[in-house]
């Protein structure tokens, strides 16, 4: 029996292509939020889940940052990262001087803002809950309007594309995880994400925090935070390292972080991203 596997949908996604990529040979379940594949997978409804959180232009992804840290669960098996290239689409016959409204994911317009800036500075921008979804609702719309989202959804919506590689810049990626009640066992080549917060400020914590790996020579490949969301100013730092949470160093620096910290929760330990 093949796989069941949410992403974050509808057809057309980059999210699909990501799944698709992951295993072309699962069922592919579509939801159309982040936290509404989260709940597939926790429910049973689907073994894994894909959704992204980062993108090389926008950065972090929020509603999967806050998802894992505040609201689920699961944790992160896999990663994989794949090129994003927007095309801009409309209903066949619509040209471009007549578009008055710009239907996209809010990340998918940020990708591309300099090129909306330009080319439709008076347009109504409006976001939709993917860029799949805001093709639908551009071919439902009342006024000339366009898209910004993959080609594959021309192909499957009968949308035209007018242009292609819009986004503001060429190399323009994004990383995708794979959501599951496990992790990934190690392979010798892993990453761990974590996310840690103080129950107290005086200087030196985050520090004391940073020293643990620095000492054990494990690299950080990502640092950042986000509001703890209790009260202002007070964070939860997020942390990828390389490394197995099981591997004996990453072990001893992790038991050092949870002497420091009032919260410690991995996030997930899996097999690092290689290009293909």
């Known amino acids: 029996m093949a796989k069941r ?3 974050l949908g509808p057809a057309g996604t980059f999210t699909e292509t990501a799944a698709l990529r992951y295993d072309s040979q699962a069922q592919l379940l579509p939801f159309f939020s982040i936290a509404a594949v989260a709940a597939a997978v926790d429910a049973g409804m689907a073994e894994e889940g894909v959704v ?7 950065g972090s992804v929020t509603d999967t940052l806050d998802l894992l840290i505040h609201e689920s669960r699961l944790v992160i098996r896999h990663e994989l990262v794949i090129p994003i290239e927007h095309c801009l689409l409309v209903k066949p016959g619509v040209a471009v001087e007549e578009v008055k409204v710009v239907y996209s994911h809010p990340q998918a317009l940020g990708q591309c803002r300099r090129f909306i800036e330009r080319c439709f500075p008076k347009a109504q921008v409006l976001a939709a809950l993917s860029t799949a979804a805001a093709v639908e609702e551009m071919l439902q719309s009342q006024h000339p309007a366009a898209a910004i989202a993959p080609s594959r959804a021309a192909e499957l919506y009968g949308a035209e594309i007018l242009a292609r590689g819009i986004q503001d810049h060429p190399s323009n990626t994004t990383r995708f995880v794979v959501l ?6 190690p392979t010798g080549r892993d990453k761990t994400s974590l996310c840690f ?3 107290e400020d005086r200087p030196g914590l985050l520090y004391s925090v940073m020293g643990e790996f620095a000492r054990r020579n494990i690299n950080l490949v990502k640092v950042e935070s986000r509001p703890n969301k209790e009260s202002l100013g007070r964070y939860i730092f997020l942390i990828d390292l ?6 004996p160093t990453v072990k001893e620096a992790l038991a050092g972080v949870q002497a420091e910290a009032s919260m410690v929760k991995v996030l997930g330990s899996y097999p690092r991203y290689v290009g293909q």
């Open 197 to 199: 917060s103080f129950g």
């Open 242 to 247: 390389e490394g197995h949470r099981e591997d």
């Open 52 to 58: 992204p959180i980062e993108n090389s232009l926008e």
């Open 180 to 185: 599951a009640h496990q992790d990934h066992s």
């Open 5 to 7: 596997l949410a992403y």
